[in-house]
């Protein structure tokens, strides 16, 4: 990031996939802060420094970062971040790439599909429902969740109105706003579909169309991506059909900096958007790009933080698309419910040349219960793999699952193979 050493990084949250960020700062000389309300985040055992305070707690926050002399706040991943982000900088009048109203429109389900609508952009069905009748006017399967949180936290699906009723007061205990949605559930014959977008100084930039898998109980509990492949086979038809009507979306809302990932289903009717982030997401597809562009787009949100620049000042000529010319494979680990008691097989699995990064979110002594299943906390590790053809993908995966072992204390492999 040639210019950016010495320079100070405050990070707010420190979660596991902070550490990808910690680390991508220090190999570039940037001195490296992380703040939040636990005193062993992840993110803080590597950080050059951190602090025990709350990342909501934007006074604090402000007046630490004047006395660290910080060049540039950041925070990914964690969606709720955003706003306090975007507050701080404002408030020290340093650089972020969205403005409120943005993070508002877009981390919002019900606001994201509002502008959809504005723009023709075809989204998942939803229903407008009292509560209190005995009676709704749906068509079952449906699939109620919140429309201001992540990682799959407060979905259900829902195949009466019994069910309705239960799953509507569960999206409203993860709901902060108390608004819900209720959707169209879409079954298998449904294909789940990632769009990632990279922005620059008002530039669009279509940087990848991946093919979701995802897992699916037989109790029919909420699905959970279990893998995403790049690029997709729907590729050519998302940018015949929607992909410049979509940057004309982001313009009308005045985007001109950052990254953006949406998540679509798609069937015979074509794509049905229903979210999005304006952040990087958990999946970390810049992880597996950059391999293969050699452009890195964390390092581009980075250096936006600390200078209000994605390019350094010798720009280079990009060379973005998303027809990659390898296969990227962001494999998502699954356990089923138990007791991490010992792991087997990560050397060996680090050790496959096709596997490029690999981020581990549980450890030995960690339990899985219940009320995780259906949501992210169902997720071991996530395994970026980079491979020349389907053939050696297929290969490397294969390997992965017979290399890994996560034990229970009864010696059960608690890993759920879904590739």
Do not use: W
Not at 129 to 134: K, M, P, R, T, V
Not at 160 to 188: C, H, P, R, T
Not at 233 to 259: A, W
């Amino acid at each position: 990031m040639n210019n950016l050493r010495g320079k100070k990084l405050l990070i707010l949250g420190g979660v596991q996939l902070a550490c990808s960020v910690i680390k991508l700062a220090q190999q570039n000389g940037i001195y490296t802060i992380v703040v939040d309300y636990n005193e062993d985040s992840p993110a803080k055992r590597i950080a050059d420094k951190s602090y025990l305070v709350s990342t909501t707690d934007v006074d604090g926050i402000v007046e630490l970062c004047k006395e660290e002399g910080i060049d540039g706040v950041f925070t990914s991943y964690i969606e709720s971040m955003l706003p306090y982000c975007c507050i701080i900088c404002e408030r020290l009048k340093l650089p972020f790439y969205a403005t409120l109203e943005q993070i508002k429109i877009t981390s919002n389900k019900k606001s994201f599909k509002e502008l959809c609508r504005k723009n023709e952009v075809p989204v998942i069905e939803d229903f407008n429902i009292n509560i209190d009748d005995e009676l709704f006017n749906v068509d079952y399967p449906v699939f109620t969740k919140p429309v201001d949180n992540s990682g799959a936290r407060g979905m259900t699906i829902c195949k009466n109105a019994e069910e309705l009723k239960i799953g509507y007061q569960k999206a409203l205990e993860f709901s902060k706003s108390k608004e819900i949605l209720v959707e169209k559930y879409m079954d298998e014959s449904s294909e789940c579909v990632n769009i990632d977008y990279l922005i620059i100084d008002g530039e669009f930039y279509l940087v990848g169309v991946g093919d979701k898998s995802v897992y699916r109980t037989v109790n029919c509990t909420t699905p959970i991506t279990s893998s995403v492949i790049y690029p997709s086979k729907f590729l050519e038809e998302y940018i015949c059909d929607l992909n410049e009507k979509v940057i004309t979306m982001f313009q009308t809302i005045g985007i001109r900096n950052g990254y953006i990932f949406i998540e679509a289903f798609h069937d015979k009717n074509g794509f049905h958007f229903y979210e999005m982030g304006f952040r990087i997401g958990g999946g970390q597809y810049y992880v597996m790009n950059s391999q293969v562009t050699h452009v890195n787009f964390m390092e581009m949100l980075i250096r936006y933080s600390l200078t209000g620049h994605m390019l350094p000042e010798d720009k280079f000529s990009l060379k973005l698309s998303p027809d990659l010319s390898s296969k990227c494979c962001g494999l998502v680990i699954l356990l089923s419910v138990g007791e991490i008691a010992s792991i087997d097989g990560l050397d060996e699995i680090l050790a496959l040349k096709d596997v490029v990064d690999f981020t581990q979110m549980l450890f030995v002594g960690d339990v899985l219960q219940q009320s995780d299943v259906g949501t992210l906390r169902q997720a071991f590790a996530r395994v970026y793999i980079v491979s020349k053809s389907n053939e050696s993908l297929k290969d490397a995966i294969s390997k992965i699952y017979t290399l890994l072992r996560i034990n229970n204390p009864l010696g059960e492999n608690l890993i759920i193979k879904n590739c």
